[in-house]
Structures are given as C-alpha cells and as structure tokens.
C-alpha cells in the first residue's frame, strides 16, 4: 500500500507522465498477484517478496526490449530482422533467469519452461499494446474525420463561388494575351491550375506525389515572377528518385515552401532558398533551406493558407510514429528536413 501510495502521490504532482503511471500500475499488480499466489504456497513473506520482485524486474528486459523491436523494426517492415531479435532474446535470456533463480531462490524450472513463460509475457503484453493502440487509432480516426468535417465547413465559408472565381482569371488570361502580355497570362494561368488544386484536391485523403509536386513549382515559380535577374537570390528545387505510385496527403509540403519565402527572400540583401525532395523504396525526405533575415517567430507560426502548426498536427494524425519534422536555425539560416516513412 506504501508503493502505491507513493506512486499516486508522484502521479498527482506531475512526477510521473500518464503511460509511465499505466506501466507501473501494471507491473505492481504483476507483483501482487506473484506475490500472493508464492504466499498461497506457503512460502515465508521475505521470500515471496523478493521472489515477486526479482521476477517483475527482469522480466521487463525482454518486454521493453520487444516493445523497442516492434517500433523500430516491425512497424518499419523489417521482418526477418524483428524475428531474430526476439528468438535472440529468448534464447540468450531463458539460460540467464535459470541459473539466477535456480540458484537464489530454488526453482525448479528447467530452461525450456524459461523459454515458454518468456514467450508467454511476451504475447500477453504485445496483445495489451496492440489493444491499447487499437482503442487510440480508433480516437484518432474520430479526430481525423472531426478535423476533415471542420476543414470541409471553414473551405465552404470561404469559397465564394469558385466557378465564378475561376472564369475571372480565365477572362484576366484572355485580356493578358490579348494585349501581349504573356508574362501576367503565364501567372494568372498558374495561379488558377494551384486554386483549382487547393479547392478540389485539398478535400481528399491523399493525392499522387506528382500532383503535389506539380503544385510545389507553380507555387515557386509564381513567387519567382515577385523578382528580377538583378536581384541576388538563388532559388532551387531538386527532385530525385521515382514518384510513381507515392502517395501523400494534399498540400502537406507547400507550407514549409510558403515559410521559407516568407522570411528567406529581401530584395536588399542576398537571399537564397534550397529546396530537395528525395524518395526511395522507403521513405520521402523533404528539406528546405533559407537565410533569414528578420526573427523567425518560432517554427510554428501560421502562414498564408494552411500554417505549419497545421502542417505539425495533420502529421501526428496521419503519420503516427512514422515520420520525422526537424526544424534548426541558426544566425542566418533557417531549415527544416520533413521525413515520411511509408
């Protein structure tokens, strides 16, 4: 009772975060029961005790080990290695709990019987994970669709008609060609393909990775008309890997673009901004580079449209322990480096 009360004390006043709270509750009611059932066979109370305690200790090494496999090798669909650490484990860890308490307390377990009740906590605490995760997908997938259903009304509020918005810059393109400017045509005619993309696009779960892209060099070279070939700022986008068949969410990869143009380009000094998308058979790596001149205003900040605090939240629902959003600044530099693992 001690224990325990030690441990709602540590969770009440914050010592203690909510799944480390859930872990101990678990291993303590581990502890009791063992405790209980080597009392039940008349074994002195400092025996059960210590029995209880040791077992619970070591047996959260093969349990946390496996809950490390499977997030770093079994979520990342790198099978045959995720099975031979865990035989591994086994095997290595069955002789070891033996000789401890064969030799300490006495069992009579031989190493075979090891083996079987490593594996048997083994499954049963894979099974309360995967439960676990089952109930917290299912509240994301609420969370999903609440946040899609919010989305869709707040698009609707802002869309004006965009049939009607659409034949004005079809008609400002008429007139920009009409009149030989086919610099402004060339922008509006960009500017209503990523309207188009924005309105259309943005309501569906995921897009192909060359629609997106496609909308990343509008969008760049719409901001590229903003300057002249006498200003001195260096603009790149590299592209490298195969995107047949990728699929990602819309407009996930355009806000990070927006921010660097943001605060990466002045006229008055020189600016550049570098941009790379690379992809394998395993994952999409997204970066983009650019000086700073004024204080960025945390990572955060919302930007025109969709602002990467958005951008950080739609990652945590879609992408569950399977991407990487890193953000650096320095003097003069600002970066971020977006990692999606599918």
């Known amino acids: 009772m001690y224990i325990l009360g030690v441990m709602v004390f540590l969770k009440k006043h914050g010592f203690l975060r909510r799944r480390t709270g859930y872990h101990l509750t678990f291993w303590f009611c581990i502890f009791l029961i063992i405790s209980f059932a080597s009392l039940a066979a008349s074994a002195t109370v400092l025996f059960s005790l210590t029995l209880a305690l040791s077992l619970v200790i070591l047996m959260t090494i093969p349990v946390y080990l496996h809950f490390y496999f499977l997030d770093h090798f079994f979520n990342a669909k790198r099978y045959t290695l995720y099975v031979s650490l865990v035989i591994a484990t086994i095997v290595v860890l069955s002789p070891l709990f033996y000789l401890y308490f064969s030799n300490f307390f006495g069992t009579k377990n031989n190493i075979v019987q090891w083996m079987i009740d490593i594996i048997f906590v083994l499954v049963t605490t894979t099974a309360i994970k995967f439960v676990k995760h089952g109930f917290r997908q299912r509240l994301q997938l609420h969370e999903i669709k609440a946040k899609q259903l919010q989305t869709e009304l707040s698009l609707l509020k802002s869309q004006v008609n965009p049939h009607f918005l659409f034949n004005t810059l079809n008609n400002l393109f008429s007139m920009a060609l009409e009149h030989g400017d086919r610099t402004v045509a060339e922008g509006i005619s960009r500017l209503s393909h ?149």
Not at 313 to 332: C, F, G, I, M, S
Request: a negative charge.
């Open 194 to 342: 990523l309207m188009r993309y924005m309105i259309h696009e943005s309501g569906e779960e995921k897009v192909s990775l060359k629609k997106e892209v496609e909308q990343l060099e509008r969008f760049i070279a719409l901001q590229k008309m903003r300057f002249s070939d006498e200003d001195a700022i260096h603009i790149e986008f590299q592209v490298e890997g195969d995107m047949d068949g990728i699929q990602i969410p819309p407009m996930i990869l355009i806000p990070f673009v927006e921010n660097a143009f943001k605060h990466g380009i002045s006229l008055c000094d020189a600016s550049s901004i570098d941009m790379r998308l690379g992809i394998n058979s395993k994952r999409l790596i997204f970066s983009v580079e650019n000086t700073v001149h004024h204080a960025v205003r945390g990572i955060l900040e919302s930007t025109s449209g969709i602002g990467l605090e958005n951008v950080k939240r739609r990652l945590e629902l879609l992408y569950p322990k399977n991407h990487e959003l890193t953000v650096r600044q320095a003097d003069d530099t600002f970066s971020v480096r977006l990692v999606l693992h599918y």
